[in-house]
Antibody, heavy 126, light 107 residues
Framework: EVQLVESGGGLVKPGGSLRLSCAASGFSLSIYSMIWVRQAPGKGLEWVSSISSSNSYIYYADSVKGRFTISRDNARNSAYLQMNSLRAEDTAVYYC???????????????????WGQGALVVVSS | DIQMTQSPSSLSASVGDRVSLTCRASQSITRYLNWYQHKAGKAPKLLIYAASSLQGGDSSRFSGSGSGTDFTLTISSLQPEDSATYYCQQSYSTPITFGQGTRLEIK
């Protein structure tokens, strides 16, 4: 059974840092892209970042570029989101999801997200 | 960035009804359009990918259509468990963008 479990969420002060982890089971992470999506309170879904299976293609939303870093460890079957310089507007439930990706012009492009974790709550507040 | 606009924002319908949810892209995305169902406190669930392909194991009551800029998710014969927010998402280009969602209430 495919499972994704996020951890590492919590309360952090503005300007602080947090690292989210996404542990995968039931499949080999090494052949999939992985993505992070967030949902702020009362808002819709917002794509945050994607990383290809080989680490060669990494994408970020403008809202987090320069502050967040996505990474993966295929040997540990895990993906990560390092979040620095956190702001109040980063408060959200963060989901990781699996992405089969597609190849276009030699690049791996995010495609559809077929399995999701239950989410990790991040609250940025003083 | 490609903007995704869903309509209606909310909808109330009865068990057994057939409903259609619409998603419009600000430019052509060919058929790179996916639909998700999201219930409060749960993980989002992929329903339809590539505009009309049903995700494995999902109910055939869900179907998707469209191409270019206009897309539709149709739910035939509504069931109580279909109460949720439905999101469309384009994967034509980065940044990946979602619609604002359609909240579906079952009367």
């Amino acid at each position: 059974e495919v499972q994704l479990v996020e951890s590492g969420g919590g309360l952090v002060k503005p300007g602080g840092s947090l690292r989210l982890s996404c542990a995968a089971s039931g499949f080999s992470l090494s052949i999939y892209s992985m993505i992070w999506v967030r949902q702020a309170p009362g808002k819709g879904l917002e794509w945050v970042s994607s990383i290809s299976s080989s680490n060669s293609y990494i994408y970020y939303a403008d809202s987090v570029k320069g502050r967040f870093t996505i990474s993966r460890d295929n040997a540990r079957n895990s993906a990560y989101l390092q979040m620095n310089s956190l702001r109040a507007e980063d408060t959200a439930v963060y989901y990781c999801a699996r992405d089969p990706a597609r190849i276009s012009g030699g690049s791996h492009i995010p495609y559809f997200f077929d399995y999701w974790g239950q989410g990790a709550l991040v609250v940025v507040s003083s | 960035d490609i903007q995704m606009t869903q309509s209606p924002s909310s909808l109330s319908a009865s068990v057994g009804d057939r409903v259609s949810l619409t998603c419009r892209a600000s430019q052509s995305i060919t058929r790179y359009l996916n639909w998700y169902q999201h219930k409060a406190g749960k993980a989002p669930k992929l329903l339809i990918y590539a505009a009309s392909s049903l995700q494995g194991g999902d109910s055939s009551r869900f179907s998707g259509s469209g191409s270019g800029t206009d897309f539709t998710l149709t739910i035939s014969s509504l069931q109580p468990e279909d109460s949720a927010t439905y999101y469309c998402q384009q994967s034509y280009s980065t940044p990946i963008t979602f619609g604002q969602g359609t909240r579906l209430e079952i009367k």
